[in-house]
């Protein structure tokens, strides 16, 4: 067998790390697979889709189990699909005599449970509603979308790949999938780790007995991968110490080399109407807790901003925040929100930016050992760039060799933040110049995809040599 199969617990469309990892072996004569979900996750029909010399192949997430789900602990949200059910039934008498005598009889036996689980709600279920940490989530939904969902989704996945030499899982909740197709095929199983992922977000937040769960899966996966690859030397480090892995690879996500048009773009100001006069700060990225998007905001209002625009460019749940806060009369009209853009196209929208930032709060040990994409971003687009005060940040920023690269700052307060952006936006204009000149270089000489793709070129060599 030959090539390679990725897996991805996504839609694929916006994921650069997978598509620039699964292009550049596409282009090194390797034959690429990627298996992801459906572009909507309810949908029951998966996709094919060619681009760049590989192929994704979406398989759809199995959805029976909602409609159990749903009956179980919410019977009251499946009324409209009984009453659907029985108004196409009694619609086709006699025909469907033994379906709707079945939607009768479940019906009847639903009343009950819908009554139990009524009064559950009304007498315990709303309390503890309220008492619930916002960043512990429903566990037992998770617990079922985790089982059901997720490696449901794996099994499918597994079983409709193509035979391969090497099948790679993208983060945890793809592992099991490429784990489960290479121990099918007596293939090679590589792993790539793009955070710690019992440290992110809500995860690092789970009881104890959930985050043993998904540790026991992801050391069976390491234990059983030829090689474990992940983003920069902290995580390396930290998940060599928790897991042992056989080999590790770091390959950071930086973009390949790029040099900005002169003059630069103007796709930020052409799409809010900021003046050319006035400076822009972006923040590009995720919108959600923990980045800094509320202490970024509140700098804009100190002292010697005044003319500064804040640009949030990006996705996410905060959104509705976002929006709120660019209405706010403080900032009179000096916040804009605008929706992501792909891939492809976004280095020219960073560098119509005269400062990146990345303020994200140290509130998991994965953020205090990240090295976001958007860092390597801003400098492939020769941006400088205002960032948290945090050990492999402050290591790219401040040590580069010709000088520094941006500002650290303490993310969690606003006069820190703003005295960050407000030092880069008062540099008289040589000194600017040069500012985003040695970002520029930096990305040209050592922060670039083509630097880092090659120990995974040489990994798969080893691996798929046909």
Known sequence: MSGVVMFVFN??????????????LAAAGHQ?????????PVSPTGDREVRDGFEIVRVPIPHRWVAWWVWARFPWRARWWLHEQLQDAFADLPMSLFRAT????????ALPWIALRVSWWLLVGRSRAARRRPTGGRLLEWLARWRLATLGWARAAAVAAPDAAVYHGHDLTALPAAMWAAEARAAHLVYDSHEIFLESGVNAARPGWARAMLARVERRGIARADALVTVNEALAEELSRRYEPRRVLIVRNCPPRWTPPDPRPELIRNATGIP????????HGGFSLHRGLETFAAAL????LEAVHAVYLGYGALRPMLDKLARDSRFGGRLHVLDAVPPEELLPWIASADVGIMTSLPSTLNHLLATPNKLFECLAAGVPVVASDFPLLRRVILENPDGPLGVVCDPADVASVGAAIRSIM?????????????CLAAAHHRWNWETEVAGLLDLYAELDPA
């Open 102 to 109: 079945g939607a009768v009889l479940l019906a009847v036996v």
């Open 426 to 438: 008062t540099s008289d204009p040589a000194a600017l110049a040069r500012l985003r000149q040695r």
């Open 301 to 304: 209002l100190e002292p010697g």
């Open 276 to 283: 050319g006069t006035s400076p822009i700060a972006l923040y």
């Open 32 to 40: 690429v697979t990627i298996m992801a979900r459906p572009r909507d």
């Open 11 to 24: 839609d694929c469309t916006t994921d650069a790390r997978v598509l620039r990892e699964a292009g550049s």
